[in-house]
């Protein structure tokens, strides 16, 4: 029968390495928890050594950029799940999905993977190498679920976890598609108009002698039209060095703080930054402490995965709090980041010991509200636009009609 090396804590906080006899690693860690110890780590013994010795299996990779995308991982986290809710060993579901996955970042790390789990290592320790595939989120939930010998249900909640946090991207980006859209055409038809209608019109106004010269309006308009034509290939960079002064802000934690902190104060953006920050910390927290991880390094791994320097520096102050010994609520509370009804239920979840399901319950309430506010924003933007371009075309016609207008009225004073 195969020997299986462990590392675990006792029923008094010691570690324990020894070694057991198991036919599987699910089997060795249900009869580890069994001796009343809580297993850490669990590893074939010998088998790496003879795996090594046999040479490292040659499969061909596809080459690849950049990391694993969210629909992708969650599809894949939601197969795991099933296949281990219905018994199938862990390198038997490992090599299923490697099959049926197109060749890309993620089968690579599975081909890895399977050879590591294959060699002895446990699958947090083979996904912790592929970080472009498997965050610190992903692998601290996954090495829980294998600690409590309860790993198809961490995939199943790490499943629904990505998959609500998918839904609400795709909300937002879908609400804000047709303003962008909008405002994207408007902003190409002004400059088409300045670059190629004003100037005609300019011709036609020289041509004449406009008593008292061009009105203010319609000057105004000339020498815009003139800059646009002066500097269009200028146009095109504004928006890409924007973007360059941004991702130089976000290179750093103060940039990145400054910038978050900067729109969390704008009115109904802001509210938005802010409701899904906090509704991914308590998302992110709940499913970390529902799947066993000690709170400590839950809430080390959620300043690492929220997102929000803001956010992020507010938990760094909640865990240096809580390891002398103060709960969570307080130095939530102090923080003034989020509001006081999450700290209410953090507080009730603390006393009631249901944190988890608490923070739960304020991550579903805090989607919806986002959703709500993103519908609001959108409704906001409409008229605005509306206005905006309403407002735009008529000073253009105005400006341009203006000097026509003081034609007509000088030829008619002649006669």
Same mark, same amino acid.
């Given at each position: 029968?195969?020997?299986?090396?462990? &590392?675990?804590?006792?029923?008094?906080?010691? &570690?324990?390495?020894? =070694?057991?006899?198991?036919?599987?690693?699910?089997?060795?860690? +249900?009869?580890?928890?069994?001796?009343?110890?809580?297993?850490?780590?669990?590893? $074939?013994?010998?088998?790496?050594?003879?795996?090594?010795?046999?040479?490292?299996?040659?499969?061909?990779?596809?080459?690849?950029?950049? @990391?694993?995308? %969210?629909?992708?991982?969650?599809?894949?986290? @939601?197969?795991?799940?099933?296949?281990?809710?219905?018994?199938?060993? !862990?390198?038997? $579901?490992?090599?299923?999905?490697?099959?049926?996955?197109?060749?890309?970042?993620?089968?690579?790390?599975?081909?890895?993977?399977? =050879?590591?789990?294959?060699? %002895?290592? +446990?699958?947090? =320790?083979?996904?912790?190498?592929?970080?472009?595939?498997?965050?610190?989120?992903?692998?601290?939930?996954? @090495?829980?679920?294998?600690?409590?010998?309860?790993?198809?249900q961490i995939l199943r909640k790490l499943a629904e976890f990505m998959e609500k946090s998918m839904a609400l991207k795709r909300g937002i980006v879908g609400a804000m598609v047709y303003p962008v859209m909008v405002i994207t055409v408007a902003v190409i038809i002004l400059i088409a108009i300045m670059f190629f209608i004003v100037p005609k019109f300019k011709e036609i106004f020289e041509k004449f002698d406009i008593p008292?010269?061009?009105?203010?309006?319609?000057?105004?308009?000339?020498?815009? $039209? =003139? +800059?646009?034509?002066?500097?269009?290939?200028?146009?095109?960079?504004?928006?890409?060095?924007?973007?360059? !002064?941004?991702?130089?802000?976000?290179? $750093?934690?103060?940039? @990145?703080?400054?910038?978050?902190?900067?729109?969390?104060?704008?009115? !109904?953006?802001?509210?938005?930054?802010?409701?899904?920050?906090?509704?991914?910390?308590?998302?992110?927290?709940?499913?970390?402490?529902?799947?066993?991880?000690?709170?400590?390094?839950?809430?080390?791994?959620?300043?690492? +995965?929220?997102?929000?320097?803001?956010?992020?520096?507010?938990? %760094?102050?909640?865990?240096?709090?809580?390891?002398?010994?103060?709960?969570?609520?307080?130095?939530?509370?102090?923080?003034?980041?989020?509001? *006081?009804?999450?700290?209410?239920m953090v507080d009730v979840g603390e006393e009631t010991g249901e944190l988890d399901k608490m923070l739960i319950k304020v991550a579903d309430t805090y989607d919806e509200e986002v959703d709500h506010l993103v519908g609001s924003l959108v409704?906001?933007?409409? *008229?605005?636009?509306?206005?905006?371009?309403?407002?735009?075309?008529?000073?253009?016609?105005?400006?341009?009609?203006?000097?026509?207008?003081?034609?007509?009225?000088?030829?008619?004073?002649?006669?």
């Open positions: 029968m195969p020997v299986f090396q462990y &590392e675990a804590m006792d029923a008094k906080g010691q &570690e324990v390495r020894a =070694e057991i006899e198991a036919t599987s690693q699910e089997e060795a860690i +249900t009869k580890i928890r069994a001796l009343g110890h809580f297993p850490t780590q669990v590893r $074939s013994k010998g088998k790496r050594a003879a795996v090594a010795a046999a040479g490292p299996k040659k499969k061909g990779k596809a080459f690849t950029i950049g @990391r694993v995308g %969210g629909k992708q991982l969650t599809q894949f986290t @939601r197969q795991m799940s099933t296949l281990q809710d219905a018994g199938l060993p !862990i390198l038997r $579901s490992l090599r299923i999905l490697e099959d049926q996955t197109k060749p890309g970042v993620l089968k690579n790390a599975l081909q890895d993977i399977v =050879e590591d789990v294959e060699a %002895g290592s +446990t699958l947090s =320790e083979a996904m912790e190498k592929h970080p472009k595939a498997f965050d610190n989120l992903y692998v601290h939930t996954v @090495r829980a679920g294998e600690a409590g010998g309860v790993l198809d008292e010269g061009l009105p203010v309006p319609t000057q105004v308009l000339i020498d815009v $039209s =003139e +800059t646009v034509g002066r500097f269009w290939y200028v146009l095109p960079s504004i928006p890409f060095g924007i973007w360059v !002064i941004f991702r130089f802000m976000k290179a $750093s934690k103060g940039g @990145r703080y400054a910038i978050e902190w900067m729109m969390m104060q704008l009115p !109904i953006m802001g509210s938005i930054v802010n409701r899904q920050a906090i509704a991914r910390f308590a998302r992110t927290l709940g499913v970390l402490i529902a799947s066993g991880v000690p709170i400590l390094e839950a809430l080390n791994i959620t300043r690492q +995965t929220v997102g929000n320097e803001v956010v992020s520096r507010a938990l %760094g102050q909640v865990h240096d709090s809580i390891r002398e010994g103060e709960s969570i609520a307080g130095p939530l509370r102090a923080s003034g980041v989020v509001d *006081p009804i999450v700290v209410n409704s906001a933007l409409e *008229p605005v636009m509306i206005i905006f371009l309403g407002g735009t075309i008529g000073f253009i016609v105005i400006a341009l009609f203006l000097p026509l207008v003081k034609l007509i009225q000088s030829v008619g004073s002649r006669k």
